[in-house]
């Protein structure tokens, strides 16, 4: 009953009180004091753009983080994957006093990353860098590269935190999708070997920035592949692919994209042995769900068309003055809010699965393994393709942890 209170529940409720007085020194030490950092695009963006431009955006106003009542500058209904990766590290570190892994997110206690730009803001347990429009190469208008986002960061450290703590803490990365998107745009009869070389100069230099960010103290990355772009409910309506198709030409840039990404990061680890990584498949997770087959297994009604915005797809507007978009209903039942990022309830599965899923979905480890591996220690194991018979075998031998997935 609502009105009774049990003694468990007072002390309960009394720990975690305890914990957000000092999260870092209550806990116990299944998880090491880390901090999370993000990087790239509007996936990732905290509230960064909101900052940086020099005008009102459309994610900090309502309809963005209706499921909050706090419309941010977060690129969805309410919180993003970050969010939940940054609860999870902090409960887990306390699970053998909680025995819950995810207290936070049950309790409803929101502990959102703060954005890096905004002034004022509590970095000590991490920021965001990312902003909304970044890319790899170019110079994105009113926003930052990724090269200039680990610029700041650099700007930032002397005053917040020390080698020590860098090394420990985790730095996800998920950028690449405007550099795509444009060259698409910009070049829509491209050849396969103008594609490529687009794709070699990407991830070269994608490659380069980590390396910034190795040199600039962080041991311990995440990288998030890009989704499968055509599929997205925004270039479904601009390309006009119809409800069934995704616009492949963009689906294979990300899948050439993706490819090179693995064997990268195995080769920093060998001429870095200190150097550790993991990379989040995000590119299939995005494909299974979308897969009218599956998608009513992963509890989404509507996966091609977005919660909010106008058009074939309700995908162009959200948010935007003198647009009269639509908005759905229950935007829990929808996989995408506007016409490129995900609903907070997907945001949320993304989180899920960064933290605790199998080598089908993350691997060499995921990210709970990946914070609590020695810092300094040589990867024990290398990416390889989800195809082989090696991270199948891996996947099969935990099927049954709450983050397998079905290939």
């Known amino acids: 009953m609502a009105g009774k209170c049990t003694l468990a529940s007072v002390l309960g409720l009394l720990l975690v009180f305890t914990l957000f007085q000092n999260p870092l020194t209550v806990c116990g030490q299944s998880i090491p004091a880390v901090a999370l950092f993000t990087f790239g695009d509007s996936n990732f963006d905290a509230g960064n753009k909101q900052t940086l431009t020099q005008v009102n955006v459309a994610q900090g106003f309502w309809p963005y983080g209706k499921s909050r009542d706090d419309p941010n500058g977060k690129f969805s209904d309410g919180f993003i994957a970050p969010d939940f990766v940054d609860i999870f590290i902090i409960f887990v570190r306390c699970s053998k006093i909680i025995k819950i892994q995810y207290a936070a997110t049950f309790m409803e206690i929101p502990i959102p990353i703060p954005a890096a730009l905004k002034p004022g803001v509590n970095v000590s347990r991490g920021a965001s860098f990312a902003v909304a429009d970044a890319t790899l190469l170019g110079a994105p208008v009113q926003s930052l590269t990724l090269y200039q986002q680990i610029t700041k960061f650099n700007e930032m450290k002397a005053a917040n935190w020390n080698d020590d703590f860098i090394k420990q803490s985790l730095f996800m990365i998920y950028i690449g999708a405007n550099d795509y998107l444009n060259f698409t745009k910009n070049n829509p009869i491209a050849d396969a070997s103008a594609q490529q070389a687009f794709v070699t100069s990407v991830t070269n230099q994608l490659k380069n920035e980590i390396s910034f960010l190795y040199a600039s103290g962080a041991r311990k990355l995440m990288i998030q592949t890009l989704a499968p772009l055509g599929c ?9 692919t119809g409800m069934e198709q995704c616009y492949e030409p963009l689906n294979n840039l990300a899948i050439q994209h993706n490819e090179k990404i693995g064997p990268m990061l195995n080769e920093m680890a060998l001429n870095a042995p200190d150097f550790q990584f993991t990379v989040f498949d995000f590119y299939n997770v995005i494909l299974r769900r979308i897969t009218p087959q599956r998608s009513l297994g992963y509890r989404f009604l509507r996966t091609n068309v977005s919660c909010c915005g106008i058009g074939t797809h309700t995908a162009y507007g959200c948010g935007l003055p003198n647009v009269h ?8 039942s929808y996989l995408f809010f506007d016409g490129r990022h995900n609903t907070e309830k997907a945001q949320e599965s993304f989180g899920h699965l960064m933290f605790g899923a199998d080598p089908n ?4 480890m995921n990210i709970r393994e990946l914070v609590t591996y020695p810092v300094g220690e040589p990867m024990r194991e290398a990416w390889l393709p989800t195809t082989s018979a090696t991270v199948q075998a891996r996947a099969s031998s935990s099927s049954t942890s709450p983050g397998y997935e079905l290939n």
């Open 361 to 364: 979905v993350i691997q060499p």
């Open 325 to 332: 978009s639509k908005l759905c209903s229950y935007q829990r």
């Open 232 to 240: 997205l409910p925004i270039v479904r309506q601009d390309y006009r």
